[in-house]
């Protein structure tokens, strides 16, 4: 049963985040469209859904629910951002420039936040070349060589994936080419850090898609990322 409590507009986000845990799919998209039909902040209602997802991570981890239950909860969180996208492309406005590389790395299929973080880099002006999931080393290299483009981004949820995203990087480094070779690297995905950025040895991280375009548009600009991510 979909939790109904009291209705009082500040629990709203609360709400989100329980009803997608309990995999209530019609009530979190009624909602998200009550929500976005108040003027809610479309950003603040994909952070929302981001944390029911990350709970239904823990209850899989718990052995409370079976991969199933995280398939479910993609399925969830792909139709609330077919509901929130068209909005959030309307609101976005295409100021900046710039190519992005992105991919999700070698073992590795959790795709979700990684197309959140390419259409909201979209939205803001940026071409982004989307080379889908289970990215081999010599793949990112191919596409480097080929595209030349001014970011690497690198997704990957799992923790095996940080070998394979320091393994893509070593090999971004190894390139002759020395313009390629300096191409700065930002990862990405729910469960990167600091640590995981200076072990894969990538100029910066963002476990949210948002924060992750600003990033990107400061190292456009040759500012440089001290690699923490700020809030
Ligand atoms: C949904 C899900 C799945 C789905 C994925 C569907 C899909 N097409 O992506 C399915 C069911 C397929 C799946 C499979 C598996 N999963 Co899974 N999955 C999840 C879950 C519940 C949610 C992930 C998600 O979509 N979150 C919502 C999005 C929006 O958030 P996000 O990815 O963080 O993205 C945001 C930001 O990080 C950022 N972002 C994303 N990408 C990028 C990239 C860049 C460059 C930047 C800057 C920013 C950025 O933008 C987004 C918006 O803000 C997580 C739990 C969690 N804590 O995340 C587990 C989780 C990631 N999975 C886990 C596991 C173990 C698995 C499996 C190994 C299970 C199994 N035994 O088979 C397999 C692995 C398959 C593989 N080889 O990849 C573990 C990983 C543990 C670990 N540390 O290694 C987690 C953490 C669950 C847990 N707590 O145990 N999974």
Not at 10 to 23: A, H, I, K, Y
Not at 131 to 147: K, S
Not at 189 to 217: F, H, I, P
Request: hydrophobic fraction near 40%; proline fraction near 3%; aromatic fraction near 6%.
């Amino acid at each position: 049963m979909p939790m109904r409590p009291e209705m009082n507009a500040s629990d709203d986000r609360q709400l989100l985040v329980e009803n997608l845990l309990e995999l209530n799919e019609d009530f979190v998209l009624d909602l998200v469209r009550r929500r976005m039909e108040a003027g809610g902040d479309l950003l603040q209602i994909i952070e929302d859904a981001q944390e029911g997802m990350r709970r239904v991570g823990l209850r899989y981890e718990q052995r409370q629910y079976y991969i199933s239950g995280m398939m479910m909860a993609g399925e969830i969180f792909r139709e609330v951002m077919e509901l929130v996208q068209p909005a959030l492309m309307h609101q976005a406005q295409a100021t900046a420039s710039g190519h992005i590389l992105l991919g999700t790395v070698r073992g590795d299929i959790h795709d979700i936040g990684k197309s959140i973080f390419a259409a909201l880099l979209r939205s803001h002006g940026f071409t982004v070349t989307d080379i889908g999931v289970d990215v081999p080393p010599e793949q990112f290299i191919a596409e480097i060589q080929r595209l030349q483009p001014d970011i690497l981004g690198l997704a990957g949820l799992l923790t095996v994936s940080y070998d394979s995203m320091r393994k893509t990087i070593l090999k971004v480094r190894q390139l002759d080419e020395p313009m390629l070779a300096q191409t700065p690297v930002i990862i990405g995905g729910g469960t990167v850090n600091a640590m995981v950025c200076r072990y894969v040895e990538a100029e910066s991280w963002a476990t949210d898609a948002m924060y992750g375009v600003q990033l990107c548009k400061q190292m456009m600009h040759g500012g440089k990322s001290d690699g923490s991510q700020a809030g």
